[in-house]
């Protein structure tokens, strides 16, 4: 497996941008498809993005299409998620996954989870 931590969240105004990052240890990265998920207070966990073992395909949910942008270096064994136009509705905890080799919309086609990181996006 793989040991992911999430870092870069915090509060935000909306409109404004956040980039959060994931950084790997243990077994490499790079043979792993990443992805973002999110859970607010009292709702499931849902798909936010992913992209591809490497970096040949991304794949958005439509609530973030052409806001977020996913991204990797391999090198760095750190993948990252660049938030920009955030909105209230954006406010969640944010986790970092990886598994397979190619974009999955499902959280339990991966493996490996981060901790979570969260993110809040005031009115």
């Known amino acids: 497996q793989v040991q992911l931590v999430e870092s870069g969240g915090g509060l935000v105004q909306s409109g404004g941008s956040l980039r959060l990052s994931c950084a790997a240890s243990g077994r490499t990265l790079s043979s792993y498809a990443m992805g973002w998920f999110r859970q607010a207070p009292g709702k499931e966990r849902m798909f936010v993005g992913a992209i591809a073992w490497n970096s040949g395909t991304t794949y958005y949910a439509d609530s973030v299409k052409d806001r977020f942008t996913i991204s990797r270096d391999n090198a760095k064994k750190t993948g990252y998620l660049q938030m920009n136009s955030l909105k209230p509705e954006d406010t969640a905890i944010y986790y970092c996954?990886?598994?397979?080799?190619?974009?999955?919309?499902?959280?339990?086609?991966?493996?490996?989870w981060g901790q979570g990181t969260q993110v809040t996006v005031s009115s």
């Open positions: 996954a990886a598994g397979g080799r190619f974009v999955a919309t499902s959280w339990e086609l991966y493996d490996s």
